[in-house]
Structure formats: structure tokens, C-alpha cells
Antibody, heavy 117, light 107 residues
């Protein structure tokens, strides 16, 4: 069955970068866009951007432009989210979210990224 | 950016009640509207997409409606497992945006 398995929790210092992975199982990797969404614990959801696994085209929210990079490795069916110049405001759970036309039919389990000195 | 204003932010209701949650978009978003349910410590679950299409496996007591800029999620008869937080999502234009959430509590 479809599963999105994300990498484990990270603790980063302010100013550092973090790279989160999302490995896809159980479906044709190239056929579905992947979104990244984050959630500050106890708060709402924020869309970061998306990647087309065919050709790796990306669209990012303006808020993250310049410090976000989404990539994919088709040989391992894995998506990556890299976020740089981290601040405490980036402390959140990061989700990969598959899109079947509408985002959200499948979600990764989430990766907690904590930014702390 | 399209703002999604969700109301109410908190709602108290009883098992068996009919409840309606509203999302208002700052501009028309056609049918690009989905609803999600999230329980504490779990991943959001998609309930409805394209305004009113029920996700496979979701009970029929959930329904979605609306058009243009105003959309609703209705639960016809609340069950104990429905107490959760609900979010709407517009995917009409970038950046996609979520409503702030409605926490449905037991009265």
C-alpha cells in the first residue's frame, strides 16, 4: 500500500540548514506531485511548496524563496526538502504530502525540526 | 495570497448534533477546496476534495458544499470519534493556503 516514510527528528542551531527526506512506497513515484507542508506544534498548517517528480520542476511559496530547495531521487523514489538559514520560527513538524490532483491523499508521518542554540 | 478565514475557531457540541464549519476565501477559488481532519498527535486526514467529493472510506455523515468564496463542512450527526480539529485548504493558486482550523470539542 502507499506509504511515505520520512527521516527522523533533527535539532539544528540557528543559521544552519536541514534536509528532510521522504521515501515513497507502493505507487508509481513519477505520477504524483509531492508537496511539503509544515505545522508548528499546536498550530495550523503552512504550505511550503511542491515538486513534480518528472523533470523535478518546483514551485515554492514566496515566503521561503531563496532558502528552500526541493529535490528528488528517482532511483530510490525519495523526495528531499532542504531549508537553510534556520531560525527559531522554523521549529515545526514538516510533512511530505502526496497530490492526486488535490493535495493530501497521503501524508508522511512528519519530521520534527527543532531550531535551538 | 488567498486568505482562508475559517469559523468558528472553536466549537462545542454533543454527540448526535449537526455541525457546520465555514471557510471563506478572499477571492473565488472555483472547486479547488479540500477539508482535512486532524486528531492530536496524528497526521491530517483528507475528508473531502473538490468541494463536495467524499474521500474513499470517509463516513457519509460528512459532507461539503459551497461555491465561489464560501464553503462548508457539515457533520450530520456527531460521533465520539469526530472530535478533532478541521482545516480547509485552497489549491486554486499559489501559495496554497489553509484555514486556521476549527477545534471541535465535546460539550
Amino acid at each position: 500500500q502507499v506509504q511515505l516514510a520520512q527521516s527522523g527528528a533533527e535539532v539544528k542551531a540557528p543559521g544552519a540548514s536541514v534536509k528532510v527526506s521522504c521515501k515513497a512506497f507502493g505507487y508509481a513515484f513519477l505520477n504524483f506531485y509531492m508537496h511539503w507542508v509544515r505545522q508548528v506544534p499546536g498550530q495550523g498548517l503552512e504550505w511550503i511548496g511542491l515538486i513534480n517528480p518528472r523533470g523535478s520542476g518546483t514551485t515554492y511559496a514566496q515566503k521561503f524563496q531563496g532558502r528552500v530547495t526541493m529535490t528528488r531521487d528517482t532511483s530510490t523514489s525519495t523526495m528531499y526538502l532542504e531549508l537553510s538559514s534556520l531560525t527559531s520560527e522554523d521549529t515545526a513538524v514538516y510533512f511530505c504530502v502526496r497530490s492526486s490532483g488535490t493535495p493530501g491523499d497521503y501524508w508522511g508521518q512528519g519530521t520534527l525540526v527543532t531550531v535551538s542554540s | 495570497d488567498i486568505q482562508m478565514t475559517q469559523s468558528p475557531s472553536v466549537m462545542s457540541a454533543s454527540v448526535g448534533d449537526r455541525v457546520t464549519i465555514t471557510c471563506r476565501a478572499s477571492q473565488a477559488i472555483s472547486h479547488y477546496l479540500a477539508w482535512f481532519q486532524q486528531k492530536p498527535g496524528t497526521v491530517p486526514k483528507r475528508l473531502i476534495f473538490a468541494v463536495s467529493t467524499l474521500q474513499s472510506g470517509v463516513p457519509s455523515r460528512f459532507s461539503g458544499g459551497g461555491s465561489g468564496t464560501e464553503f462548508t463542512l457539515t457533520i450530520s450527526s456527531l460521533q465520539p470519534e469526530d472530535f478533532a480539529t478541521y482545516f480547509c485548504l485552497q489549491h486554486f493558486s499559489f501559495p496554497y493556503t489553509f484555514g486556521e482550523g476549527t477545534k471541535l470539542e465535546i460539550k
